[in-house]
């Protein structure tokens, strides 16, 4: 037995996946084109655009660098997300409301406005080097999947599990780190995953925040696009979107993909 | 080493409001006691407060000669059994009941042996490997009190551990848990709202209200000598007439009700009578007769209750629930006296 769909239903269905897909098929089709200029379908098939990408140290050092500030950014992040969701959970009653709306700030102001006056603030105001100052843009940026993501699991949480624990003898510290922290991993997974990709993939604070000699992976594609109009472009774009299918594989594999769409 | 709890003076505040008003309790050594009342009457306050996850404004704490009052909770030393059982989500049914030897610094062994003639104890040993999330509510009470017990607690407190459990489990937990209780002789608090749960289980009750102690005694006297209006209408008193004495020959004394009702009592049976009191009866202790010394009543609604009928008075003193002889049966609209039946009356102090 199969369930009747209208056949215009599944036309629109069709189409939505087609938008969705066909971008992706045309980047990887035309990072394989033997031509020296972008162009879909691929004339000739050759893996050259890739190797080109490891010639270009400018691809090879930004991509060092956008790593860097991912992994560093949203550790941060989450250094600052995990202790603050704690709190806006554990005491909900006691604090103000409009606190956690706080921490979502960066996701509601224009991130051209946040990066600009991040630039104005961090770089030019406390004359921050460039490299600290793009980590510490992008945790900023990324803290409200933090904030958001952790604080979902932690809503789940029972806290008189917390006292259970103290009850029986482990002070409060050793508590969050061995009852706590166990019970929201998956909550603490998620949101480095998000904040990972966000932050990898991130143009427009970074744009601000980049300076003399350190640049980010989007932003050299950015610049590489202004000068050559070559496959390049498009196998550098097919390399990252392999890095967050692996990340989502690696995800799949261990936690099983629904518990980021909890 | 069984030791007492002694609460002194205690006073708490959420925000500006009061919620214990200056609460004294002892417990004896070995011997469980209820704190019983309606939500928000303060007894969870006063559980959290000794447990540590509170701080009185004032008042003191102490157990057997240690003032826990300025104690960090984890190093209070308290076996705690919670209403939602609180298990470890993440460890397995013997994990959950090692825990507290684990922070003792117990080696794996000794932790294995201890927690697992623990779980022995409640029937549980071969549920060990398993995690919380597959046990039933009673199983998982049960993990809570072995993981409680195992620590071999000076004190241990009861917050509400029945209310998630259905009525006969219910009964049957609140006996494993006296058992359990009475052979290790621990001193214990046990929150609950529920009078049936509390009276079967304790040796002494308190009966709370609005953040004081309004009783604290065995559940015998609480039931037959309720101290004032409160706990009498709290246990099932369910006439409350206030009377005024109109005059006084030797142990006998004749009061009056509201409407002009007179009833005579004997000092010899209820202790030296003040000039204004309140007579308490369940319905049982108030019989409708067609004659005799008593409150005149026209009899409503008849209710067979097997051992005898139950009538909805209306009398000159307010609405009354009176009990009626099934050889003796009225007819709704008639008139009768209701007469006292002294054992089953008590007298209490309207100041009290």
């Given amino acids: ?262 | 080493m069984t030791v007492s709890l002694t609460i002194e003076n205690l006073s708490a505040h959420y925000g500006s409001t009061q919620v214990l008003k200056d609460l004294s309790i002892s417990v004896a050594a070995g011997e469980l006691v209820s704190l019983l009342g309606s939500s928000g009457c303060g007894k969870t306050t006063t559980l959290r407060i000794v447990a540590g996850f509170l701080e009185p404004t004032s008042g003191r704490v102490r157990l057997g000669d240690r003032d826990l009052t300025t104690l960090p909770a984890h190093a209070r030393d308290i076996g705690l059994v919670f209403q939602n059982y609180a298990l470890f989500p993440h460890l397995t049914v013997m994990e959950n009941v090692a825990f507290g030897l684990k922070q003792r610094g117990i080696a794996k062994p000794d932790r294995a042996k201890r927690a697992g003639s623990m779980l022995d104890r409640v029937g549980l040993s071969h549920l060990a490997d398993r995690l919380p999330s597959a046990l039933s509510g009673g199983q998982k009470q049960r993990v809570a009190l072995a993981r409680a017990l195992v620590i071999e607690p000076p004190l241990l407190m009861f917050d509400e551990p029945l209310s998630n459990l259905d009525a006969k489990l219910r009964v049957d937990m609140r006996v494993e848990i006296r058992q359990l209780q009475k052979a290790n002789g621990t001193t214990s608090l046990y929150v609950t709202h529920d009078q049936e749960e509390a009276f079967s289980i304790s040796d002494r009750v308190a009966i709370m209200n609005a953040g004081r102690i309004m009783q604290l005694d065995t559940p015998e006297v609480l039931y037959r000598k309720p101290a004032n209006a409160f706990v009498a209408s709290f246990v099932g008193f369910e006439n409350l007439v206030p009377m005024k004495v109109v005059s006084r020959d030797g142990a006998t004394v004749t009061a009056e009700a509201a409407g002009g009702a007179k009833l005579s009592f004997s000092q010899d049976v209820f202790g030296p009578i003040k000039d204004d009191f309140v007579l308490a009866t369940r319905a049982d202790g108030l019989v409708a007769r067609q004659s005799g010394e008593g409150i005149p009543a026209t009899l409503g609604t008849r209710t067979y209750l097997g051992r005898a009928y139950q009538y909805k008075c209306v009398t000159v003193a307010g609405e009354i629930t009176a009990n009626g002889a099934l050889s003796e049966p009225f007819d709704p609209g008639t008139s009768a006296v209701l007469v006292p039946v002294a054992e089953q009356c008590c007298i209490l102090d309207p100041e009290a």
């Fill in chain 1, 1 to 262: 037995m199969t369930t009747r769909i209208h056949p215009l239903l599944g036309a629109f269905a069709a189409l939505v996946f087609l938008f969705l897909l066909a971008p992706l098929v045309i980047i990887v089709g035309a990072s394989l084109s033997d031509t020296s200029y972008l162009t879909f379908p691929p004339q000739g098939l050759t893996l050259r655009w890739f190797a080109n990408i490891f010639e270009i140290s400018a691809f090879r050092n930004t991509a060092i660098t956008s790593f860097q500030v991912a992994i560093l950014g949203t550790a941060l992040s989450l250094l600052m997300g995990i202790p603050a969701a704690y709190a806006l959970n554990r005491y909900r009653v006691e604090l103000p409301k409009w606190l956690s709306t706080l921490f979502v700030l960066p996701i509601l102001v224009p991130e051209i406005v946040f990066g600009f006056s991040l630039l104005k603030s961090i770089t030019i105001g406390f004359g921050m080097p460039v490299y600290p100052s793009l980590i510490l843009g992008h945790a900023l940026l990324v803290l409200p999947y933090s904030v958001r993501v952790v604080g979902a699991s932690l809503a789940a949480f029972d806290f008189s599990v917390e006292e259970a624990a103290i009850s029986l003898g482990c002070p409060p510290l050793k508590t969050f780190m061995t009852v706590v922290l166990p019970n929201i991993r998956a909550g603490v997974i998620a949101a480095f995953i998000l904040a990972f990709i966000t932050s990898i993939n991130d143009v427009s604070i970074s744009v601000f925040l980049t300076g003399p000699g350190i640049s980010t992976l989007p932003i050299q594609i950015l610049a590489h696009m202004e000068q050559f109009f070559d496959p390049t472009i498009a196998s550098v774009s097919v390399l990252l979107m392999l890095v967050t299918v692996g990340v989502m594989a690696i995800v799949e594999a261990t936690l099983g993909l629904t518990f980021l769409t909890k």
